[in-house]
């Protein structure tokens, strides 16, 4: 969207330098500035084609770099020109581009590191615009020592570059809050059910338009309700965690665990047949065991149901079958993960 409007922006300034600068050097930076506005219309097609994540920081990167080398191209140009005062106090104001590139900084969610690799080069562009002009014809290399208007201007310019850093920070800071509050459950920090159900609708998706398989697990935690009288919920709420982390330990990377409500999880798991998502989360094996406040053993029970070895058009149809697993694996004495209809258990 900025590229876009920088795209129609920045050739719009062309009628004011033909009113202050002779026609000449009007003429020159109008041809920067129509490549500038191509390259931005470039960016702004690139982003709307690719409109992901992973584009993400190219994208950024380039938002800045194409101002920067107009600024490079008008800040020489101009350098070895003698104007009259209008004229010099528009070049002057040339000189000023660096800081709205600086400023433009807080308007993006980003890192401390990623904030740096923007802000440093655009503060060494502009020591290097000090150092090197343009005149006869030809470029020259200036004083090595800034004199003291252009310490100040520097010295400004990496203030404002700071400040910007930090309101990026805080923004990146921000959205990872937001995405917590919004995508994660407070206490077990795995996905919450309202983004759990946007993950089973991708990975349902996906399977069907690669063909791999997808299987979901439906869990619930054995007489969760009467541990909870027993003992109160901070117990109950300490075994939840446990769970928790026993599940994320025992998936791979890529999988996804959900709270699905109360003592209820659902894991998902593309790319895994029901066995060799039942094999990882065989509750009665030793490595699962989960604590109880009396010292006593909490099980679990689940069902798995797989796509496509199971009939179902849809994730919800996937889930209702783990579900319903989980209901037989409770009837067969509990502790136990149900894989089929007939209600075989995995293991016990």
């Not at 308007?107 to 502009?126: D, G, K, Q, Y």
């Not at 619930?220 to 109160?232: E, S, Y």
């Not at 939840?240 to 791979?252: C, D, G, I, T, Y």
């Not at 006593?296 to 889930?319: E, K, N």
Request: with cysteine.
């Amino acid at each position: 969207m900025m590229a876009a409007v920088f795209a129609v922006l920045t050739p719009l300034w062309i009628v004011v330098d033909f009113l202050i600068f002779p026609a000449w050097v009007a003429t020159v930076l109008a041809s920067g500035r129509i490549v500038t506005s191509i390259a931005f219309a470039l960016l702004a097609l690139f982003c709307h084609q690719f409109p992901n994540a992973r584009h993400f920081r190219s994208a950024i990167s380039l938002l800045f770099i194409i101002p920067t080398f107009f600024f490079i191209f008008s800040r020489v140009f101009l350098g070895g020109i003698h104007f009259n005062a209008i004229g010099s106090a528009m070049a002057t104001g040339y000189i000023f581009l660096p800081f709205i590139l600086m400023t433009g900084l807080a308007f993006f969610p980003l890192m401390v590191t990623e904030t740096l690799l923007v802000a440093f080069p655009l503060l060494s562009v502009f020591l290097a615009s000090e150092l090197i002009q343009w005149s006869a014809g030809k470029l020259i290399v200036a004083d090595l020592l800034p004199n003291f208007s252009d310490m100040v201007i520097f010295w400004l310019l990496l203030l404002i570059a700071l400040v910007s850093s930090l309101a990026s920070f805080s923004q990146f800071q921000l959205m990872i809050r937001l995405f917590q509050l919004s995508n994660l459950d407070p206490l077990t920090q795995t996905m919450n059910r309202h983004s759990g159900e946007h993950i089973l609708a991708l990975q349902m998706a996906q399977a069907k338009r690669q063909s791999f398989p997808l299987s979901i697990a439906f869990l619930d935690l054995d007489d969760f309700k009467k541990l909870n009288d027993q003992f109160g919920h901070a117990a109950g709420d300490a075994v939840l965690l446990q769970a928790a982390e026993k599940f994320r330990q025992a998936l791979r990377e890529g999988d996804a665990v959900i709270r699905w409500g109360g003592e209820e999880f659902v894991i998902v798991m593309p790319y895994a047949t029901m066995e060799q998502a039942g094999k990882r989360l065989d509750p009665q094996s030793i490595d699962w065991l989960l604590q109880r406040p009396d010292g006593q053993s909490q099980t679990w029970s689940g069902g798995i149901a797989q796509w496509p070895a199971d009939i179902a058009d849809t994730w919800t149809q996937l889930v209702k079958i783990a579900d319903d697993r989980m209901y037989q694996a409770k009837k067969a004495g509990k502790g136990r993960m149900v894989l089929t209809d007939i209600g075989v258990p995995m293991s016990g």
